[in-house]
């Protein structure tokens, strides 16, 4: 199979929100581990307390990490899409379209018997990146197969 790909976008701004959170939960955790060490509480906590609070954050924004892997590529083969636990690809000839429904974050791949797949590296958060990224990727899915990039006929079928 060609791996070659000729749109992939990933989401701008979860990434930066992300990253923060994922480093304001280990700070806070490591800030537990030290101030409940402190004073009197009528709890003895030990080392072993201590660095299982810090365990426990790394293992918070390790998993709030993994949203970083949302990705989307298209090209010849066809569309995949790459959440924080898989990856799921499909062929052009088990596309419908892609749309934007005016209620919903992002976009979503219309599949066949009205299945749908939402493309959650494109954020209506991201503002214009988020629109070019719309626009780059109806391109792609036109010159791959024409009868996808129009909303209005998939919205029809």
Known sequence: MNDTWEFEHTPRRMRTTVIAL???IVVIHVVWAVILVRGDTGVTIGVADQLAFVVTGL??????????????????????????????????????????????????????AYEHAGIW??????????????????????????SAADPETVADR
């Open 59 to 112: 293992i918070f924004a390790g998993v709030l990490l993994t949203l970083l892997r949302i990705r989307v590529r298209a090209g010849e083969q066809g569309v995949e899409l790459r959440g924080p636990l898989r990856t799921r690809g499909w062929g052009w000839e088990d596309i419908v379209g892609v749309t934007f429904p005016r209620s919903s974050y992002w976009p979503r791949l219309e599949l066949p």
């Open 22 to 24: 994922a480093v304001l």
């Open 121 to 146: 590296a494109i954020q209506s958060v991201d503002g214009r990146q988020g629109v070019e990224a719309m626009s780059r990727l109806r391109e792609v899915i036109r010159a791959h197969k024409p």
